[in-house]
């Protein structure tokens, strides 16, 4: 065999080899066939009515999905389609973002393990919740729950809250209960619950930065 002949194999082998390296680090979700049609709920957030409005019943070609209605980093859409149920023993099943579905439930499963109270989770929510308003006061972009990629966990006992740069007894609660840290299902960085969330990556809502804190809710980055 020639050096040129000999240098070229030793290329093409190379190049396979890193090929295969980059595939073996892809997600198994990154090979599984895209579903025919996409079907949701869909509904707005009216700032000035302070109620949710245009809810519809959607249905088409997974392929016409728009950039907004696909999540970049994971590829999961706002389509039932690409949710998973998740069922967890003595808790009402809930719908989770297909390429997050496997962490989110052992983390679930290490923390009650470890002792936290669970008693509610709300994940998969289409719905325009955040965003610019619209010259109708309408919110104009997906909220993480669209995607299955957020948890409101608890929400009885943790609440969501607006005027609370920091916690106190003045902050106004909106939304749920209120924050009991320290009761059995209330959330806080010395829980179980926390540590398995936020070691996947995720953050929480009640280290959000701002006015508003949301004790139940976890995601990718605590919105």
């Not at 980059?22 to 579903?35: D, K, N, R």
């Not at 016409?64 to 003595?90: F, H, K, N, W, Y």
């Not at 919110?139 to 943790?158: C, M, P, Q, V």
């Amino acid at each position: 065999m020639s050096a040129t002949a000999e240098f070229c194999r030793t290329q093409i082998s190379a190049v396979s080899v890193l090929v295969l390296a980059v595939f073996s680090l892809l997600p198994l979700h990154a090979f599984a066939e895209e579903p025919a049609a996409c079907t949701y709920t869909d509904w707005t957030w009216s700032v000035r009515e302070r109620r949710v409005v245009d809810v519809r019943e959607v249905e088409k070609p997974y392929s016409a999905l728009r950039e907004d209605e696909r999540d970049v980093t994971t590829g999961c859409s706002i389509c039932r389609e690409d949710q998973v149920e998740i069922s967890l023993p003595d808790l009402e099943p809930f719908q989770i973002c297909k390429a997050v579905a496997e962490d989110v439930e052992v983390a679930l499963i290490n923390a009650t393990e470890a002792g936290f109270q669970i008693d509610t989770v709300t994940g998969y929510r289409v719905g325009r919740s955040k965003g610019v308003l619209d010259v109708t006061g309408r919110r104009t972009e997906y909220s993480n729950h669209s995607f299955g990629l957020a948890l409101d966990i608890n929400a009885a006992k943790n609440g969501l809250y607006d005027r609370c740069t920091e916690y106190s007894s003045e902050c106004r609660l909106i939304r749920g209960g209120a924050w009991r840290p320290g009761e059995p299902g209330g959330i806080s960085p010395e829980t179980s619950l926390f540590h398995e969330i936020t070691e996947m990556g995720w953050q929480w809502g009640g280290a959000l930065p701002g006015a508003q804190k949301d004790f139940m809710h976890f995601s990718p980055m605590g919105d």
